[in-house]
Every structure is written in C-alpha cells, then in structure tokens.
T-cell receptor, first 115, second 118 residues
Framework: DTEVTQTPKHLVMGMTNKKSLKCEQHMGHRAMYWYKQKAKKPPELMFVYSYEKLSINESVPSRFSPECPNSSLLNLHLHALQPEDSALYLC??????????????FGPGTRLLVL | AQSVTQLDSQVPVFEEAPVELRCNYSSSVSVYLFWYVQYPNQGLQLLLKYLSGSTLVKGINGFEAEFNKSQTSFHLRKPSVHISDTAEYFCAVSDRMAGGTSYGKLTFGQGTILTVHP
C-alpha cells in the first residue's frame, strides 16, 4: 500500500480565517513533505519533517505553520492567508534513505481558494 | 545543486501512436531519477524510477524510461498511447549523496503536457 491521504479535498477560506490541512500515511515512512503547486507549474517544496522534526523550511511565510504530531500525521495550519496563496497543496512521504528506496509518494492534494 | 529540463512543454499525439517525453538533468553528484504523472485536479502518481541496476526501467501503464548517464538523460517512452494517458508528466531528480539526511529533496522539471487525440 502506497497511499497518502489528504483532507479536505477542497477548501475555501477568507483572509481572516484559520484552517488546517491534514495528511496521513500508514506506510511507516519517517519523512513527510508539504508542497505548494500553482497552475501549470511543478510542485514547490515548503517543509520537510524527518522523524517528526522540522528539517527544512523553504523560507515559507509564517502564515503557514506545519505540525507533525506523530509519525503518521502531518498538518498545515493556515492563518491570514492572501489570495496569492490559492493553490494545490500536496503532501508526500518517503521511507528513510537507508532503506534504499528513495521515493516520495504523493497524496491527492487539497485545492485551496483564498478569497 | 541539480536542475532538470523537460525539453517539450506540450506534446500532442494521436491515439495508438508512440510517444517520447524528453528529460535532461544536470548534477555534480549521482542522482536518483523519477517520472511522475498528474491527471487534472489530482496529485502526483509515481510512474517509474531509476535507483540503480538496469538502465531500462519499466513502470506502470506501459511506460518505460532509459537512464543514459553519458547524455544525462532519462527519456520516457510508450509504444502506443491511449486517450487516458492525457495528463501532465514531471521528471524529477534527487541526489544520491545522503549528507547525513534521512530524506530526499526532489528537483522537478517544468512538466510536459501530453495530449492524446482520437
């Protein structure tokens, strides 16, 4: 099973709202990723968690706040977003590099619209 | 640092024709190579990957790719496409050097939109 699940599938929020995106995997992967994808562009890395610790923050604005409560769950908390933050938000996970299977598996994404 | 160039932004093709989507990469270290497919309004699905071993890699849905180290290429091919192959395809690389990390960092190409016409 190589499934990463994401909820919700779609989200519309105002600029003053607070919302959260959720990602879950049960493959025993210890690295989890958040990407942002604008239309007709490749995904852009936002955050990487490794063994539940934040390892990479690609200079993402503080209105995006990631959280990794346990090895299966990854959240992205959203607050005071701007219309330009509207995008597809993708979660991915991967096994440890030492396993020799250097592969990221992606979820279906959350389509976010900020009004 | 790595970079990935997908030489065609759009590839139109007729159903049952062969197709090749081209990908070249640049890296100062050895890399892992991937092709992902993205159907409209969906996430990325792994098509195939080259980690080591045979340079000809077979993936899902009848796709295959060949790793050419001397030409730093990883072109994707399918001998006969279907309407359902219409999607965007991304080539990606990740460097092999662990650097003490337990995660990889993918560098994506800009994507190739494959449109299959009846």
């Amino acid at each position: 099973d190589t499934e990463v699940t994401q909820t919700p599938k779609h989200l519309v929020m105002g600029m003053t709202n607070k919302k959260s995106l959720k990602c879950e995997q049960h493959m025993g992967h210890r690295a989890m990723y958040w990407y942002k994808q604008k239309a007709k562009k490749p995904p852009e890395l936002m955050f990487v968690y490794s063994y539940e610790k934040l390892s990479i923050n690609e200079s993402v604005p503080s209105r995006f706040s990631p959280e990794c409560p346990n090895s299966s769950l990854l959240n992205l908390h959203l607050h005071a977003l701007q219309p330009e933050d509207s995008a597809l938000y993708l979660c991915a996970s991967s096994p440890p590099r030492a396993s020799g299977s250097e592969t990221q598996y992606f979820g279906p994404g959350t389509r976010l619209l900020v009004l | 640092a790595q970079s990935v160039t997908q030489l065609d932004s759009q590839v139109p093709v007729f159903e049952e024709a062969p197709v090749e989507l081209r990908c070249n990469y640049s890296s100062s270290v050895s890399v892992y190579l991937f092709w992902y497919v993205q159907y409209p309004n969906q996430g990325l699905q792994l098509l195939l990957k080259y980690l080591s071993g045979s340079t000809l890699v077979k993936g899902i849905n009848g796709f295959e790719a060949e790793f050419n180290k001397s030409q730093t290429s990883f072109h994707l091919r399918k001998p006969s496409v279907h309407i359902s192959d219409t999607a965007e395809y991304f080539c990606a690389v990740s460097d092999r050097m662990a650097g003490g990390t337990s995660y990889g960092k993918l560098t994506f190409g800009q994507g190739t939109i494959l449109t299959v016409h009846p």
